[in-house]
């Protein structure tokens, strides 16, 4: 089946540093692959997403990068902030609304 | 517009027993996923349902099962309880009009199950 890879599983960070979180799919089919963002206690929450006939796009502090010949997807946050701080999951879509989510990573954003 | 909304939001229940969980999803839209969330296996999809039928399943076993009703609302049933299903149950929830895929997908707050 398929399988997301996601890189680090924990990441630490200085306030106003930028953050890269890195995942490979195995899955040439695939062509959404969102990002989620959950703060302890509560839902996913979707922060971005890009579709596979798009290689970059960005929302303010939040980017995503896609490559499909090498099938990896980044999430890059700049400028980041204590609020940033939560475990952030990359995900891909081939098939209906089925997503298949990396392991997570763990955003700790110090002051 | 209200978002994923799902009850209960928490429940105990002990070894053996049969649980229900309930979905409503955004209105208008007409696909509603499962997935369960534990520290050890991550974010995994159950299945889920368009236009009452199912569409898509995931690799659980046959004591989980789920519907879907004329409005979208869904409803996810786990039957012979065992510990290792205490988690997370997110609904999520899209318009669904990409039968392939790339749909918009938003979670509901989730249904935390303890197992006893």
């Known amino acids: 089946g398929e399988n997301v890879e996601q890189h680090p599983s924990t990441l630490s960070v200085q306030e106003g540093d930028s953050a890269v979180i890195k995942c490979t799919y195995s899955?040439?089919?695939?062509?959404?692959f969102p990002w989620y963002k959950q703060e302890l206690g509560k839902r996913p929450q979707l922060i971005i997403d890009?579709?596979?006939?798009?290689g970059e796009k960005k929302d303010q502090r939040i980017a995503v990068t896609l490559n499909k010949t090498a099938k990896h997807f980044s999430l890059h946050i700049t400028e980041t902030q204590p609020e940033d701080s939560a475990v952030y999951f990359c995900a891909d879509n081939n098939a209906g609304n089925m997503l298949t989510f990396g392991g997570g990573t763990r955003l700790m954003v110090k002051p | 517009k209200a978002g994923v909304t799902q009850t209960p939001r928490y429940l105990i229940k002990t070894r053996g027993q049969q649980v229900t969980l309930s979905c409503s999803p955004i209105s208008g839209h007409r696909s509603v996923s499962w997935y369960q969330q534990t520290p050890g296996q991550g974010l995994q999809f159950l299945f889920e349902?368009?236009?009452?039928?199912?569409?898509n399943k995931g690799n659980f076993p046959g004591r989980f099962s789920g519907r879907q009703f004329s409005n979208s609302r869904s409803e996810m049933n786990v039957s012979t309880l065992e510990l290792g299903d205490s988690a997370l149950y997110l609904c999520?929830?899209?318009?669904?009009?990409?039968?392939?895929?790339?749909?918009?997908?938003?979670f509901g707050e989730g249904s935390w199950l303890t197992v006893v």
């Open positions: 890009i579709r596979s006939n798009v």
């Open positions: 999520a929830s899209s318009l669904g009009d990409r039968y392939l895929s790339g749909n918009t997908i938003y």
């Open positions: 349902y368009f236009s009452e039928t199912q569409r």
């Open positions: 899955d040439s089919a695939s062509n959404y």
